[in-house]
């Protein structure tokens, strides 16, 4: 048997409605025969009848609406289309769900989906990722997994979660990544993984960011090179007593994320690293991101805008050489 | 077919028999009055930080807002809703603790003034950004039936400024589509903050845009107590019977600035001659007189209870003690999982 991530992500859903009847999933294009632009609901609005609704294209009164729900004892999924689509639900997100803790000491349970990142194509409007804007505002958890394994259960855990999820799923993983069988659990939100162990330098990645920082690493390892590469699962919380551990053992550090380059997690890593950990470090640390315009539509422009095995493998053997 | 429900000012003339909650109603608005001249004469003071934002003129229709809802119903108020929230349910000293930032109260000091709420109670806590919570009322309503919860409703209120948001646009389709028991009640008070009608919308009558939406719409003159209880009450009455949602827009002029930081010299004097800038408690209390409802002495008493119940609400949240900074500074309920930022 073999699933793909896009798989694990339904299986996690069949799952939560079968076992929890507080869940729904709330969506445009989610519910009837069609299951979803990926297909991420494929089949659930007929396993269970009026639980997977289609809706208008209303992003902020879709979150609104599972807010309401929530707050009166349903665990709502919402799917946004595209992450970048979110965008429209700012407030619900952010204003409304994300201070309602805080205000009123009553959380909110939503688990919003985020198709995100780039693939081949798909231009400015529908490769973005946002968790770098979802993690700045405070009150939310925002998780990236980039395993299969970590798709399914963290997806699982999201809505088990009594606070506000924003859960980025990177559609370029979703039918690259395999894996032979679901785990029954993971590791819990908050803590890294390190997924590759090495003395020479860290990089630190999340997403589908992390499968270019592998394939840097084992380009470096027939240099000679041995890359420690960590996976953050989710950016929010970050995790910062695993990348300071791995960059004690390292004393170099790089941080390779998909987003736009101007703050971010990218940068808040080396904030945090640098802040903490300065006595660690044998060179400046250093971060790679996406460029500074809107994703281009061209594979060609696609493929250089953004982080790649070979960009990251550049950089990261200039970072060895200080 | 848009049905309407208007009362003109000429039923009162004929002494039409005022409605069977019409005291009741009153004693809200009243109290509603005094606490909100209170808070103004703390803000004048100095005694309240941040804002103060009132209801003066459109406590009938506020009142006739809360006073129909009932235990498991949700209600979704907005800036000028003190008598509807009192008429719900919320404590007034809950009120006072806000305003003056009592950890005790709701909101513990972390959010001020009309930013409150009671979400467990059913009452959402609205945020800034208008037109937002006629979703999150729609979701409750959904999970309500969800859980196979029966005769429940949702009430959200509105201004005719809300109701040119994306999202109340959004919030309504939706509620439509859904098919949820819910009243909207929009108080067109002719400006949101100084911006007149004329800069905020076009048509003719804001209440023709329930048919667009597939909600049954009412037209209200809002300073009538009467009416308020006869149309948004039938309202509240068909959403509970199963009817399609239903829109409601009463006329009124906010006769106070936006907030009381504002001296809203830019109503123009024109306006204010208009009948719905009428004010909707005196208009009351003259019907009271008129139709010798109560004597002159329950009426005074009525105004002195009042005065006490403010009393004591603002005495006593002004007793408790403010917020430390002695925080926990977590926004979020999960303790485990709050991100350790420098």
């Known amino acids: ?322 | 077919m848009l049905q309407t429900a208007q009362r003109s000012s000429e039923t009162i003339k004929t002494k039409a028999a005022p409605h069977e909650r019409f005291l009741e109603a009153f004693r809200w608005m009243l109290l509603a009055r005094t606490f909100e001249e209170k808070l103004v004469s703390l803000y004048r003071s100095g005694l309240i930080t941040g804002g103060v934002y009132i209801g003066k003129g459109q406590e009938a229709v506020s009142v006739a807002c809360g006073l129909f809802l009932q235990k498991g119903d949700i209600f979704a108020p907005l800036i000028r809703d003190q008598a509807g929230r009192s008429a719900f349910g919320e404590p007034l000293v809950d009120v006072a603790r806000t305003y003056l930032g009592s950890r005790q109260g709701p909101m513990r000091g972390r959010d001020g003034n009309i930013h409150r709420g009671l979400p467990r109670q059913g009452q959402l806590a609205m945020i800034s950004h208008l037109g937002a919570m006629v979703s999150v009322t729609v979701g409750a309503l959904m999970a309500k039936r969800f859980k196979g919860e029966k005769n429940f409703i949702g009430l959200s209120c509105i201004g005719e400024g809300g109701m040119q948001t994306g999202s109340f646009h959004e919030g309504m389709n939706l509620a439509a589509v859904e098919q949820v028991p819910l009243v909207i009640v929009a108080t067109n008070n002719h400006y949101a903050y100084s911006t007149p009608n004329e800069r905020e919308f076009a048509c003719a009558e804001l209440v023709d845009r329930a048919k667009g939406y597939g909600f049954e719409g009412y037209n209200l003159d809002g300073t009538d107590l009467s009416a308020c209880l006869d149309v948004i009450g039938s309202a509240v009455k068909r959403a509970r019977a199963g009817r399609p949602p239903q829109l409601v827009v009463a006329s009124t002029l906010r006769l106070s600035g936006h907030g009381e930081h504002d001296d809203a010299s830019y109503v123009t004097d024109e306006i204010k001659r208009e009948p719905f800038a009428q004010d909707c408690l005196k208009r009351a209390e003259k019907l009271i007189v008129d139709l010798n409802l109560v004597d002159a002495k329950r009426l005074q008493g009525w105004r002195d209870e009042a005065a006490a119940q403010v009393d004591l609400a603002i005495t006593t949240a002004q007793k408790e003690a403010a917020p430390d900074t002695n925080e926990d500074w977590c926004a979020i309920s999960t303790r485990a999982l709050v991100d350790q930022a420098p």
């Open chain 1, 1 to 322: 048997m073999s699933i793909t991530y896009l798989e694990a992500i339904r299986e996690a859903q069949a799952k939560l409605l079968r076992d929890d009847e507080r869940v729904f999933i709330y969506g445009q294009d989610v519910g009837g025969t069609f299951g979803g632009a990926f297909k991420a609901t494929k089949g659930l609005a007929k396993e269970f009848p009026g639980r997977v609704l289609n809706t208008p294209i209303s992003e902020d009164a879709i979150v609104g609406t599972a807010i309401g729900a929530a707050l009166h004892g349903m665990r709502p999924i919402v799917e946004m289309q595209f992450a970048d689509f979110s965008s429209l639900a700012l407030n619900q997100i952010l204003n409304n769900a994300g201070t309602h803790y805080w205000r009123t000491n009553v959380p909110v349970p939503i688990t919003v989906r985020l198709p995100s990142g780039g693939t081949k194509g798909s231009g400015p409007f529908h490769s973005q990722s946002m968790e770098s804007i979802y993690a700045h505002y405070p009150g939310l958890i925002v998780m990236t997994p980039a395993t299969v394994e970590d798709a399914y259960t963290m997806l699982i855990e999201a809505v088990a979660i009594d606070d506000p999820v924003v859960y980025c799923e990177h559609k370029y993983l979703y039918y690259h990544l395999k894996a032979d069988k679901l785990p029954a659990e993971g590791l819990p939100t908050g803590k890294a993984r390190i997924v590759r162990e090495g003395r020479d330098l860290t990089i630190v990645s999340y997403s589908a960011m992390l499968h270019e920082a592998l394939a840097a690493a084992e380009q470096l390892a027939s240099e000679g090179f041995e890359i420690e590469v960590v996976d953050l699962r989710s950016v929010k919380p970050l995790d910062t007593d695993t990348m300071l551990a791995s960059v004690a053992r390292t004393g170099r550090l790089l941080c390779v994320g998909e987003s736009f380059p101007f703050g971010g997690v990218t940068a808040e890593v080396i904030s945090r690293v640098t802040s903490e950990g300065f006595h660690l470090l044998d060179a400046s640390p250093q971060r790679i991101n996406a460029k500074d315009t809107p994703i281009p539509y061209h594979p060609n422009l696609w493929s250089a805008h953004r982080p790649s095995a070979k960009s990251i493998a550049a950089k990261a053997r200039k970072l060895l050489r200080e």
